[in-house]
């Protein structure tokens, strides 16, 4: 704070008089720290109020909703469960399955994108080239869905088909690589689609990862004979690990949370299968689904299944940061 | 590089340095992964390009002026009916979002870049908008649904687009902390000596210096929310006519129309879909380049 003393003999300027007392200082400043608090309220009240919201269901399923594998709000067919049962693991290990499908995906090609941004393109090709990863990132998701469910599905049937002949009887891809589902909406087309949508962010992140690697090391690795390649390997990656582990779990985050492609390109179809191909459930997206259908023990299971997301995201993701800022602070020393 | 070695006396062997006397696997290893490096470029552009072509293609023999007015078909099953109330709805929600979400992230941002700084209270804060960000949006739906939407008992669009200033603020609190941590410290030492009080400072000094980044991120964020589907679904409710009315009475947007019609089975559904897609995508985008062109500008002016 600048509260300079100065000799009392001279005329107050009018400046300090009309800038406002100490009052509206202080104000402005618990002001500002009261919008900076509300992250935090909001974050305390999410857990607090959606988990209050989910006690019913909670004490009608009881640990159940997390480990139980049969989900039924009614009995549509007769031959179902005769009670509502709320058991979610077929949802989670879906989310598991298409997030994983879309990290083998997106990792290895944002890892790609990264390095052709730092170290093979011309700095005039660098613009546009960020320019598209951006676009890619600004697209909505439910317009990702729409393509994916419309055009993608059921253009890899065939794709799937092909795969599931060549493969179908050898004994454990034949169980990963089943028969597909005729429409095409299965874990493949869902974990597809997410590794488009995550390629951005983890691009944009390794790539700020990469640049801080110091010149001097590359130079020092062509300078003794190295091909770009193995400069590659040999300065760049072991320098940027932590940093590229910590964007991978937050493309990992969005890939869990994001629900609307999801829903649209997963198929809907509650069940545990090793078949990639076959149709699957994820969390967010059977909440959406079932949203409008639902009420009562229902509906609190559907928000006891936003408070299992919610937990889990927030995990990977205080992970992430965690791993980044490790990371940030191993390279500030390393190039200090 | 290794331009400025001294004369080697003649009698030593100088080593061969071409880069064809590299061994033929250290050549072809660095060959390929070039050529992977650049394929991978090409996998990421390609359905960038898949996307837009068929969003124009599928969704511009739709558009209309009708389209773009009239209200939605009821029926999947019926050709015409037109998307006006879930554009209106889209600027609607989205506009009270920004309107609630920017000058709350801004204060929030002022406070973590002018008075916390380092404090732990200010780190905390800091990561936790960070985490905020990685909240599903589903979830956010969720929490306004059982906060606002129960209490009232009714879904609105207010409270849909409480759900999108939930996402939008972390967004705007980081993306204008990293803008404010540019203003020059000279230039708020410069003003304090002048007498002007720190709010005062702020206000007058700080903020206008960095307000076309502020403004670039805001609409990023705004760019973003436009997008966002699945709190829209779960708080606003349906609706087919316009609704003017934020806090009366269900809503819809252009995303919820969209999911709605990409899952139906009726070739007319989905065309409507496409249409909606090709309005969103525009919307989006325009929001999206008019950022970068304010960033862009704004960073020559960073120099």
């Not at chain 2, 207010?158 to 404010?180: G, K, N």
Request: charged content about 15%; hydrophobic content about 55%.
């Amino acid at each position: 704070m600048a509260t300079s003393t100065r000799p009392t003999t001279r005329p107050q300027s009018e400046l300090t008089q009309r800038g406002g007392g100490v009052l509206a200082d202080r104000a402005f400043a618990l002001v500002s720290l009261g919008t900076g608090l509300l992250v935090l309220v909001i974050l305390a009240m999410i857990l607090i109020t959606t988990t209050s919201q989910a006690l019913p269901a909670l004490r009608e399923a009881g640990l159940g909703l997390i480990v139980g594998d049969s989900w039924g709000a009614n009995d549509p067919d007769g031959n179902g469960p005769a009670t509502p049962q709320f058991g979610a693991l077929a949802m989670i290990y879906g989310t598991g399955v298409v997030s994983v499908i879309a990290l083998l995906f997106a990792v290895p090609v944002s890892i790609g994108i990264a390095l052709f941004l730092t170290e093979i393109a011309h700095r005039r090709v660098r613009g546009p080239v960020t320019m598209v990863i951006d676009l890619l990132a600004a697209l909505p998701s439910v317009v990702f869905g729409l393509w994916g469910i419309l055009v993608v599905g059921p253009a890899v049937v065939k794709v799937y088909n092909w795969i599931f002949d060549l493969v179908g009887d050898v004994p454990v891809l034949g169980s990963v690589f089943g028969q597909p589902a005729s429409t095409g909406r299965s874990f493949m087309t869902a974990g597809l689609i997410l590794a488009i949508m995550i390629t951005p962010i983890i691009t944009s992140l390794t790539r700020e990862v990469f640049s801080t690697v110091p010149e001097s090391e590359k130079h020092a690795a062509l300078a003794l004979g190295a091909t770009r390649w193995e400069m590659i390997k040999g300065a760049v990656f072991p320098h940027s690990f932590g940093g590229v582990v910590g964007a991978v779990m937050l493309g990992l985050g969005r890939a869990m949370g994001e629900t609307i492609a999801v829903a649209l390109t997963i198929g809907a179809a509650i069940q545990i299968t090793p078949n990639v191909f076959a149709s699957g459930e994820a969390l967010p997206a059977v909440i959406v689904r079932q949203w409008g259908e639902s009420s009562g023990t229902h509906r609190s299971a559907l928000i006891g299944l936003g408070v299992v997301l919610f937990a889990i995201t927030i995990a990977v993701n205080l992970l992430a940061r965690l791993i980044v800022r490790r990371a940030e602070i191993r390279m500030k020393g390393a190039t200090a | 590089m290794t331009t400025a070695t001294p004369p080697a006396p003649a009698t030593a062997v100088r080593p061969d340095l071409r880069r064809s006397a590299l061994p033929a696997r250290r050549r072809l290893a660095d060959r390929v992964s070039t050529v992977l490096i650049v394929l991978a470029l090409a996998v990421a552009v390609i359905p960038l390009g898949l996307i837009v072509y068929y969003v124009v293609a599928r969704g511009g023999p739709v558009m209309s002026l009708e389209f773009l007015t009239a209200d939605i078909q009821n029926s999947p099953r019926r050709s015409g009916g037109g998307m006006g109330p879930a554009i209106v709805g889209t600027f609607l929600i989205t506009g009270a979002a920004a309107l609630m979400a920017i000058p709350l992230g801004v204060l929030g941002a002022i406070y973590l870049n002018e008075y916390g700084k380092q404090r732990p209270l200010a780190r905390l804060i800091r990561t936790m908008a960070d985490v905020m960000t990685g909240v599903p949006s589903i979830v956010m739906g969720l929490f306004v649904y059982v906060t606002w939407v129960v209490t009232v008992k009714e879904q609105t669009g207010f409270a849909a687009a409480l759900a999108l200033a939930c996402l939008m603020l972390p967004v705007v609190i980081r993306s204008t902390e990293e803008i404010l941590r540019l203003v020059p410290d000279e230039l708020r030492q410069a003003s304090l000596a002048l007498g002007a009080r720190r709010w005062r400072t702020t206000l007058t000094v700080v903020l206008p210096a960095a307000i076309p980044g502020i403004t670039s991120g805001a609409l990023l964020a705004i760019a973003r929310a436009a997008g966002e589907t699945a709190p829209i679904i779960v708080t606003a409710g349906i609706v087919n006519t316009t609704n003017w009315n934020l806090f009366a009475g269900g809503n819809t947007a252009l995303p919820a129309q969209i999911y709605n019609s990409a899952s139906s089975v009726f070739a007319t559904a989905q065309d409507r879909a496409w249409g909606a897609a090709l309005t969103l995508v525009v919307i989006v985008l325009v929001f999206t380049l008019v950022a970068r062109l304010i960033s862009n500008r704004f960073a020559v002016r960073k120099r």
